[in-house]
Nanobody, 114 residues
Framework: VQLQASGGGLEQAGGSLRLSCVASGSIFAINDMGWYRQAPGKQRELVASVTVGGSTNYADSVKGRFTISRDNAKNTVYLQMNSLKLEDTAVYYC?????????WGKGTQVTVSS
């Protein structure tokens, strides 16, 4: 499975960004898709995930601000990030797998400025 992410960038605190990730290749077995992030000096952490059936899971730090969605027909997962905070600054990695991450996309930088 190949994953192509897009949509990162620089945004002010309180603003919004939307990330997209398109899967290609052997996608028939994919159940989970979602996003992890890694800030400088910190471990990679799960941000949000969504199953093919639409069940979602969010990190406590983003609940109520971020929304993950998935278009199975387009093999695409989205992450709508609202009310961005400085601590959301990180490299965001898209993932896909049968159960949890098995394939990773290249990271996309999200920088939130004050």
């Amino acid at each position: 499975v190949q994953l192509q992410a897009s949509g990162g960038g620089l945004e002010q605190a309180g603003g919004s960004l939307r990330l997209s990730c398109v899967a290609s290749g052997s996608i028939f077995a994919i159940n989970d898709m979602g996003w992890y992030r890694q800030a400088p000096g910190k471990q990679r952490e799960l941000v949000a995930s969504v199953t093919v059936g639409g069940s979602t899971n969010y990190a406590d730090s983003v609940k109520g601000r971020f929304t993950i969605s998935r278009d199975n027909a387009k093999n695409t997962v989205y992450l709508q990030m609202n009310s961005l905070k400085l601590e959301d600054t990180a490299v965001y990695y898209c993932f896909a797998g049968v159960m949890g991450p098995q394939s990773w996309g290249k990271g996309t930088q999200v920088t939130v400025s004050s």
